[in-house]
């Protein structure tokens, strides 16, 4: 039995470049038999997604990944943080509405930086949509590709002028619950923009996040085993917080053959016994 609780695919994560059902296939050649879909700030798509699964055999957990902010703590005011949303109903209203709502805020936001350019000389139109205008920014050659245009758009100036709606992590997490869900702090040591969260840090947002009600912890992310003595901390912290353990991928392409994350022999490396991570599932 494997498992991977955390994919994104195209279109509803515009950073990936899989389909759902490419990783679908991916991941079961890989034995995994389990997946949550963690698309960035939507629930869109699981219904179809659950029609895949259902016709491949794959067990589908509903997932969301949402960014969002610690309100008044020290050191994560410039940090966005994400959290994994588990288990949720898929036609929870209450969650539902809080997601469009939140992409409006989102969504104008983008349409006032848009304007601003325009204001400003760049000739591109009004757009309420991040990618579609780096697209434009692109295509009139002001930089020379979208990663370009992305640090451009996440510049402190346009920051200052245009600052990114955050949303809160308790709110997320009671809606979440409210919907019947758990919440999970994804690789703890990166934040939005892969800005780099050291282990003090980690410590005093864990200690925030589980006051906001957090469920658990994914200790074992790409990114977080990397890191010398990081996933035995985060062990430690979740066992001394009651907090679940979880495993993800983070995969947003199709992996090699050979090399997909949880075919790696890492558990061995590490002072945890692999089928806890199933009772996450199965309760």
């Known amino acids: 039995m ?3 609780f955390h994919i994104h695919c195209a279109p509803y994560s515009t950073c990936a470049l899989q389909t759902a059902e490419e990783a679908i296939d991916c991941a079961r050649r890989a034995g995994v038999e389990t997946v949550a879909f963690c698309n960035h700030n939507t629930v869109s798509g699981l219904n179809q997604i659950k029609e895949i699964c259902d016709k491949k055999g794959m067990r589908l957990v509903s997932g969301i990944e949402m960014s969002v902010s610690l309100k008044d703590v020290t050191g994560a005011d410039d940090l966005v943080l994400h959290l994994l949303g588990y288990g949720f109903r898929m036609d929870d209203k209450r969650l539902a509405d ?5 992409k409006q805020k989102h969504r104008d936001r983008i349409r006032a930086m848009s304007e601003f350019l325009m204001q400003s000389g760049y000739r591109i139109s009004v757009c309420s949509d991040k990618k579609e205008l780096r697209r434009q920014l692109c295509v009139q050659e002001y930089f020379q590709d979208e990663k370009d245009a992305k640090r451009f758009l996440n510049s402190k100036e346009m920051q200052s002028k245009f600052p990114l709606h955050k949303t809160e992590a308790k709110t997320f ?16 040591n990166s934040a939005e923009n892969h800005k780099k969260v050291n282990i003090d840090q980690i410590g005093q947002f864990c200690d925030v996040l589980c006051g906001d009600g957090l469920d658990g912890i994914e200790v074992f992310h790409p990114n977080v085993i990397q890191e010398a003595g990081l996933p035995e901390f985060l062990l430690s912290e979740a066992e001394k917080r009651g907090l679940k353990v979880t495993l993800g991928s983070d995969s947003h392409t199709v992996s090699k053959e050979g090399e997909y994350f949880t075919q790696q022999n890492w558990q ?7 089928q806890k991570i199933k009772q996450f599932w199965e309760e």
């Open 173 to 188: 997490i009671d809606v979440v619950h409210q919907a019947g869900g758990i919440v999970v702090w994804a690789h703890p």
């Open 2 to 4: 494997d498992f991977d």
């Open 268 to 274: 061995k490396e590490f002072d945890y016994d692999y």
């Open 98 to 102: 809080f997601l469009i709502i939140e």
